[in-house]
């Protein structure tokens, strides 16, 4: 049987930097209010003319080369976004493809908001252990700005840009394969994190839709309540499955939406600072590009080694939830 491997990362982050004090000038907010509720300082925003499939490519082309894989052998990719360069088609993995180059291949996006990347390394270990895949890249990629409401203190304080992408490889060694993916869902819970408008489920009188249609709106303090109870519940269960001690973890990489969330799943998990991969200060909540970026944070700082478990932790809207055990496993 075929073994699914965690090859390689690379990410991609726009240059343009918004501050807390810069928001603090669009809307009735504070420097001081979002660092202590959030632990964001700042997040990067793309140029109006760079798409997330601009960013997903740079960020999957990093991934591709450090991966040591010829990108003719890459036969899958797959995008996770919510922020798609267009809303019903094409998708951006197609385009991603263009723009890497490659032809006849499987390229398709899912929309599993912040959860996206554990739902894509969830598909791609599937297709690579049933043998129909060999090497999947995978791309969380996300243009939050462009759906984001910027007169709305509740969100536009959270959200930035950016991408990350990772090379996911056929193998026959067990020891180097991503051990368990957990991937969950409960619907009953869309309208707490949605873009009410714009879609097939919203009625329009006219085929002019507003920019503003697609605009996010979050519940953000009921979806903390239940971020911090799954999340912890997740990861419990996940290691607890495999019997695997939380000190056996060398990076917990959750999604980064709010220091207050991961620290008190860290804190329920017992896990030491030094275990804790955290980027919410720089980056903001990236959705699916949030796990790649922070995975890519601790591989360009020396952090991330071959053979290092890695458990990866994602909550989001939908709602949606998942966590991962990988370990990191380069080619030689
Ligand atoms: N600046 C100043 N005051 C604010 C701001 C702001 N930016 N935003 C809200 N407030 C005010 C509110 O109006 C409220 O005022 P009131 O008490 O007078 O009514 C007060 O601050 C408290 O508001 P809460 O919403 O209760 O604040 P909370 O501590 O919950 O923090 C936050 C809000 C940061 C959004 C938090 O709830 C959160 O992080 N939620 C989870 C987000 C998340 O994990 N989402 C899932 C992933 S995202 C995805 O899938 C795309």
Redesign the pocket.
Known sequence: MAYAAFRSIGAYIPSKILSNEELSKM????DE??TK??GIKERHIAASDEFTSDMGAKAAKLALQRSGIDKSKIDMIICAT?SPDYFCMPSTATIISTKLGLKNITAFDISA???GFVYILSIAKAFIEAGMKKNVLIIGAEK?SAITDYSD???????GDGAGAAVISATDNKEEAIIDIHTGADGSFADL?MTPNGGSGSAHDSLEQEASSCF?Q?K??E??KI?VKTLTKDVIEILSDNNIQSSDIKHFVP?Q??L??IKAVGDALKLKDEQIVLTVEKYG?T?GASIPMAINDIYESGKLHAGELMLLDA????LTWGSALVPFSPLK
């Open positions: 809307v009735d907010t504070s209010w979002i509720r959030t919510i908001a912040c959860t939050l203190r509740g969100t536009c304080i959270l959200f994190l996010m979050m953000g303090n979806t903390f971020a999604h939406a709010n207050r969330i909540n959705s909550f989001g809207g939908g």
